[in-house]
């Protein structure tokens, strides 16, 4: 089983919709949560940072992470076909300081305008 | 800022040839990170810095692979000799507070 699972779509929804993407994992030593977008043959892009169970709200997105289950979630409200590209979500130990973060391989998001 | 700067974008070397990437952080930035994405493996650690002192490079895969930060402003990832299954995009990242800033990448392709 790998420590972090994502499913690697692609995921196509039309202009405006809400999009939800989802990671799993297994290892509860994992403390802090991250969601990154990565466009075609660019960098990865910090989108949103959680260290605590609960929703954090960042104008249209938001992360949502239970500990219990070891789910994370990223909503994007209002989709544009901006919004179209690699969502990649990671996952470090080290609360409050850093260390090399485990990502999950990815899901492809695809906004039909 | 300028973000984090990295150096070939793109790098086409023969098998057995040695490779150097370059990476500098976002100044300030204590942490350094150097990650390999693979269609097949996705995003793997390699090694990280904290204020120029290697943590942890237990994600190194070979010997064949060093790296170093002979200051806060430079790192490099050398790999030496190269093999085609080193063929990867190669991100450095920069951090202070635990979130974690990449750079462009380098594109390696061993022939």
């Known amino acids: 089983q790998k420590e972090v699972e994502q499913d690697p779509g692609p995921l196509s929804v039309p202009e405006g919709a809400i999009v939800s993407l989802n990671c799993t994992y297994s290892?509860?030593?994992?403390?802090?949560f991250m969601w990154y977008r990565q466009y075609s043959r660019k960098g990865p892009e910090l989108l949103m940072y959680?260290?605590?169970?609960g929703n954090k709200e960042d104008g249209r997105f938001t992360a949502q992470v239970d500990k219990s289950s070891k789910y994370i979630s990223l909503f994007i409200r209002d989709s544009q076909p901006s919004d179209s590209a690699t969502y990649l979500c990671a996952m470090g130990y080290s609360g409050g300081g850093a260390d090399g973060l485990t990502f999950g391989k990815g899901t492809h998001l695809i906004i039909q305008p | 800022d300028a973000g984090v700067i990295q150096s070939p974008r793109h790098e086409v070397t023969e098998m057995g040839q040695e490779v150097t990437l370059r990476c500098k952080p976002i100044?300030?930035?204590?942490?350094l990170f150097w990650y390999r994405q693979t269609m097949m493996r996705g995003l793997e650690l390699l090694i990280y810095f904290n204020n120029n002192v290697p943590i942890d490079d237990s994600g190194m895969p070979e010997d064949r692979f060093s790296a170093k930060m002979p200051n806060a402003s430079f790192s490099t990832l050398k790999i030496q000799p190269s093999e085609p299954r080193d063929s990867a995009v190669y991100f450095c990242a920069s951090s202070y507070t635990g979130e974690q800033y990449f750079g462009p990448g380098t594109r390696l392709t061993v022939t």
């Open positions: 959680t260290y605590s169970s």
């Open positions: 290892n509860s030593a994992f403390q802090y």
């Open positions: 100044s300030g930035h204590d942490y």
